[in-house]
């Protein structure tokens, strides 16, 4: 498994060294995600390399809504009429540095947010954790993993239920 610390003063440095191959996540945790942490927009978590000391990879968090007009049939159903929109956890970014691909550490830091995502639910309700991924790359891995699109939107979510098995 993997450790994943708050992001902090501690990784001011260490965050510069981010890449992941993609400007959008690398920029992000260089100039904005303390900022965002400031702002209480989101909570950053990232896993450091016992060996390197390097950031190998981060996550965010952040609550959010889902419009109940773009939530499948099949979910729709199983929700009260007067719900407008319905409660979620945003994971807002996930990247993994290139020098650390391909050893698991996307899954296992996927796997890090889901567990925190599920055990925030059991005090404020969110009905399912939603992605917006990057690319079709990125569809593809969360894909892997049960996201499901919303549609008309390039969201993808996974009922909180469904994360509820996994532990
Ligand atoms: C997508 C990303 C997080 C994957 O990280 P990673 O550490 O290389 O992935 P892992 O080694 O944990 O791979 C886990 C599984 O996903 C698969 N996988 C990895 N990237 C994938 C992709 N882009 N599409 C489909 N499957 C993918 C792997 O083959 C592996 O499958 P296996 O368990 O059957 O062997 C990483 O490539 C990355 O940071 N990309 C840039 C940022 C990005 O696109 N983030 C996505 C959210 S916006």
Redesign the pocket.
Known sequence: MITTEILSQIHRKLKNNFA???I??DTYLKTQAAQDIKRKLCACFVSVDNKTGLIQ?YYTLSSNSIPIGIVPDNYKKQLPYSYSSIPAIL?G??????R???????????IDALSRSYEISKSVGSFAVV?????E?????????GFILLPDSRKMFLPMKTIGKLF
């Open positions: 992941c191959g993609k959008l996540p990879g994971l970014r996930l990247a993994v540095d290139s650390f691909k391909g050893l698991g550490i996307g899954k296992m830091l996927l992605v917006d991924p990057l690319d790359e990125a569809e593809k891995f969360y894909f892997k993993y």
